[in-house]
C-alpha cells in the first residue's frame, strides 16, 4: 500500500505542475492578468480511499502578493473563472456533462466577457453548459437562452412579483443578444 501510493502521489506531483501551468495560461486569457495559479501537493502520512496525497489549490492573483487558498481569496467571479479554466482542460478527459456557472459575469465587461463566452462555447463542445449572465458579450455564444422577466401584478389590497420564462432559440438569440447589448 505505502508502495503504490508513494508511486500515485509522485505520479500526481508530475501532473500537478502541467496543470499549474495550464491553469495560469487560462485564467490570464480569461483577464485575471498576473495570476498565478498552482495546484499544491502534501503527502500524507496516513492512507484515505484516495491514496495519502491531500490537494490544494492556492493563487498569487497580484504578483508579489503571494500564494493563499483560492477558496480564501477568490472573488465569485473569480473562482468562476477558474473554475472554467478548469473545466476547459478537463473536458476532453472526463465524463461530467453539465456545467453551471453562476456569477460568472460579476465585475466584468468588454474583452473579458468575450473572452469567457469564447472559453464557455468551448466547453460546450463537449457537454452542456449552463451559464447565468446579463452580458451580451457572453449570451452571443449560446445556442439557445432562457429569458428570466419579473413583473409586479399589483392590486388595491396587496402585489406580488410574478416571474415567466421563455426559450429562445434559433435566429432570435441574435436578436435578444442585440435587445440585451441596447440595454447594457
Known amino acids: 500500500l505505502s508502495q503504490l ?52 489549490f492556492v493563487a498569487e492573483t497580484n504578483p508579489g502578493e503571494g500564494y493563499f487558498k483560492v477558496k480564501d481569496i477568490a472573488s465569485g467571479g473569480e473562482l468562476s473563472r477558474i473554475l472554467l479554466a478548469v473545466r476547459q482542460i478537463l473536458s476532453n478527459h472526463d ?3 453539465i456545467f453551471l456557472f453562476d456569477e460568472i459575469d460579476t465585475g466584468i465587461g468588454g474583452e473579458t466577457a468575450n473572452c469567457i463566452g469564447k472559453a464557455l462555447f468551448q466547453v460546450a463542445t463537449n457537454g452542456q453548459v449552463i451559464a447565468i449572465t446579463h452580458l451580451p458579450q457572453i449570451a452571443q455564444f449560446a445556442d439557445s437562452l432562457i429569458l428570466v422577466q419579473k413583473e409586479i401584478q399589483a392590486d388595491n389590497k396587496s402585489s406580488r412579483t410574478e416571474s415567466s420564462i421563455k426559450e429562445i432559440t434559433g435566429k432570435m438569440v441574435q436578436k435578444e443578444v442585440r435587445a440585451m447589448s441596447q440595454l447594457n
Open 5 to 56: 501510493s508513494k508511486a500515485l502521489h509522485e505520479k500526481r506531483t508530475k501532473y500537478a505542475l502541467k496543470l499549474s501551468k495550464e491553469l495560469t495560461e487560462r485564467v490570464q486569457i480569461l483577464k485575471m492578468n498576473g495570476a498565478t495559479i498552482k495546484l499544491v501537493l502534501e503527502e500524507l502520512n496516513d492512507f484515505n480511499e484516495s491514496g495519502s496525497t491531500r490537494a490544494n
Open 95 to 97: 465524463s461530467i456533462s
